[in-house]
């Protein structure tokens, strides 16, 4: 027998807000996070992208001092967002051996790495800090979460480029189906605005190159899109049982109905042109929801704003939805809040939580002329979802071929 899951808590730091609700909020607005950088660094490399979606409220204004010192700005992160959504789950006082941690990130500790590495090179090899692997380690945002609020089931993490977080969403259902915990807090995190990143992404020509206008340069599905935006921040779900939340008398958000995970086995920074290991992962999430395409009212795509990226997708939908998908009304955030590579999917799964719940489409900004080549339903403007129930689904593709997709159910009994 299938166990409900649901979500009963959210947290988020992201370039569009300090919180969860702020990040909405301005997402409905059709705000943009993008800003020209004004780090130093920004123009001593000479570097061909000199903007980014930084988070709009930075860790030190949050955190104590002792925490930024300790932590990888990624880590600072999780550590924010995590707080919150716990903090809006109602800090249930359960056995903590029952508390489960599954984050996620695609780089991981960068900044603490390459600034060990300049100090090595420049100061010598007893000024690098004693704590620098702990702190550049892949799994330092999901063990910085599971001791501060002391949970003992597990502290996984998950690591598949741009659908770690989304995978691990779909991971912890399976570890909540399971039996593992009754509560698991997943989610990604991400910070990598870096002088490294943007350059190494712009020499494979990823990212858009739009330095005088950074508020219109993440413009998915747009003719004349050029790449994504870099962003950075996390986000947060709590997840637990049905029964387990309404026990304790907890809010539920939405349901969390299943999850796919496959991979395109074609190459390491491509898609599969004709999408087809990430039509298989949408097959997937919406099997082990029991629930059929025809069911599907809301499409939070991946839609990163590149050219090849933005085709492949549209192809995997149109071969799972067949000619529906026109009618599906689709929403594209990273136009808004810029591409938080592992950190990424949890936000627009947090994003999706609130649309089904909310029966609202959020947004994609920027769209000024849709490539005939993708004939979505695209809103420009928040959509109204209806009033019936909603089963919505959230996208996330990540290089080395990895697919993530979750299925969300809106909560309505």
């Known amino acids: 027998m299938t166990t409900r899951i649901v979500v009963t808590g959210i947290g988020a730091s992201t370039p569009l807000?300090?919180?969860?609700?702020d990040t909405w909020t301005a997402l409905l607005a059709g705000e943009s996070g993008a800003n020209s950088?004004?780090?130093?660094?920004?123009t001593k490399y000479d570097l061909?992208?000199?903007?980014?979606?930084?988070?709009?409220?930075?860790?030190?204004e949050v955190l104590e001092r002792v925490e930024t010192k300790r932590l990888d700005p990624s880590a600072q992160f999780a550590l924010i967002s995590a707080r919150e959504a716990w903090a809006d789950a109602g800090a249930p006082d359960i056995d903590k051996t029952r508390i489960g941690v599954e984050y996620s990130t695609g780089i991981g500790g960068l900044w603490t790495l390459l600034d060990a590495w300049d100090t090595l090179r420049e100061k010598g090899s007893r000024r690098v800090l004693p704590m620098t692997v702990p702190m550049l380690?892949?799994?330092?945002a999901s063990a910085a979460v599971s001791m501060d609020l002391d949970a003992r089931a597990f502290a996984r993490t998950d690591v598949s480029a741009c659908a770690s977080s989304?995978?691990?969403?779909a991971n912890a259902y399976d570890h909540l189906q399971?039996?593992?915990?009754?509560?698991?807090?997943?989610?990604?995190?991400?910070?990598?605005v870096h002088p490294i990143t943007l350059a190494s992404f712009s020499s494979m020509q990823a990212l858009?190159?739009?330095n005088d206008e950074p508020t219109r340069a993440s413009r998915p599905y747009d003719v004349d899109r050029d790449g994504f935006v870099m962003g950075e921040g996390a986000a947060t779900l709590v997840l637990e049982t049905l029964d387990h939340a309404l026990a304790r008398g907890a809010k539920i958000y939405a349901e969390i109905a299943g999850g796919g995970v496959t991979s395109d086995s074609y190459h390491i920074t491509a898609p599969d042109p004709e999408g087809r290991g990430a039509a298989r992962a949408v097959h997937a999430a919406l099997a082990q929801a029991g629930a059929t395409v025809d069911e599907v009212t809301h499409i939070n795509a991946h839609a990163t704003s590149t050219p090849v990226g933005d085709i492949a997708e549209y192809k995997a939908l149109q071969a799972v939805f067949g000619d529906r998908v026109r009618d599906i009304p689709v929403s594209a955030t990273k136009g808004a809040h810029g591409h938080l590579?592992?950190?990424?999917?949890?936000?627009?799964?947090?994003i999706t939580v609130l649309a089904v719940q909310s029966r609202t489409a959020p947004p994609t900004i920027n769209l000024d002329n849709q490539d005939p080549e993708i004939p979505l339903f695209v809103p420009t403007a928040p959509h109204a979802l209806g009033d019936a129930p909603q089963l919505a689904i959230s996208n996330s593709f990540g290089f080395g071929g990895h697919n993530a997709v979750v299925a969300i159910r809106s909560y309505d009994d």
């Open 48 to 60: 061909p992208v000199t903007f980014a979606m930084e988070a709009k409220v930075r860790p030190s």
């Open 166 to 169: 989304t995978e691990a969403i």
């Open 208 to 210: 858009s190159r739009r």
């Open 37 to 42: 950088l004004t780090h130093e660094w920004a």
């Open 137 to 140: 380690m892949p799994n330092a």
């Open 178 to 192: 399971m039996g593992y915990a009754d509560i698991i807090l997943a989610g990604g995190t991400e910070s990598c």
């Open 17 to 21: 807000g300090g919180t969860a609700q």
């Open 341 to 350: 590579l592992g950190g990424t999917g949890a936000l627009e799964a947090l």
